[in-house]
């Protein structure tokens, strides 16, 4: 029952980890060759460097991926999982587009907080603390549904299935 849920976080490490090899040596170049953000950046200037950076190309990823003809990014190709609508069928752009959003949350409620309100006490601590509560309400969520789905895919009408072989079928 847990097993889907092993192997939905493991789609999502390997993702993670393919997105940090490819957009952090492209930041470092952009950062030697425009010097932005600069040694004495903001917090906030941070921030606006690792959305465009980052979390920019990372929304595109997931939402495209997830609504392309295989339903699933390269994490979830590998492991052997697809997104497919809870009534059956593919994931349109615009269910996709909503289950990144809320997917991404925690993730983006971790960089606000850590970076543009770097120095501003207590907001900082108070979005750090939401940021990890949600991080545990999703995988507590998804444990309940024995990893078919979790927080993004009750809003966006999805699941998280194993792909079926053609021998199978």
Known sequence: ?????????????????LLFAVLFPIGQLLRFVI?????????L???LVSALNFSLPTWIYFALSDSS???ATAGKRWIG????????GSVGKARALART??????????????????GVEPWQF????????????YILVAACT?????????VAATEVCPVRSESES
């Open 1 to 17: 029952m847990l097993r889907l849920l092993i192997r939905r976080a493991g789609a999502y490490v390997v993702d993670i980890v």
């Open 45 to 47: 200037e941070i921030w």
């Open 81 to 88: 999982l697809r997104v497919s609508r809870v009534a059956g």
């Open 69 to 71: 003809a295989h339903g």
């Open 101 to 118: 959003a809320v997917k991404l949350l925690p993730w983006e409620t971790t960089h606000l907080s850590a970076f543009a309100l770097l």
């Open 35 to 43: 010097g932005w953000p600069s040694a004495s950046a903001t917090g």
């Open 126 to 137: 108070i979005g750090l603390t939401i940021a990890n509560g949600l991080i545990v309400f």
């Open 146 to 154: 024995g990893g078919r789905r979790s927080v993004h895919d009750f």
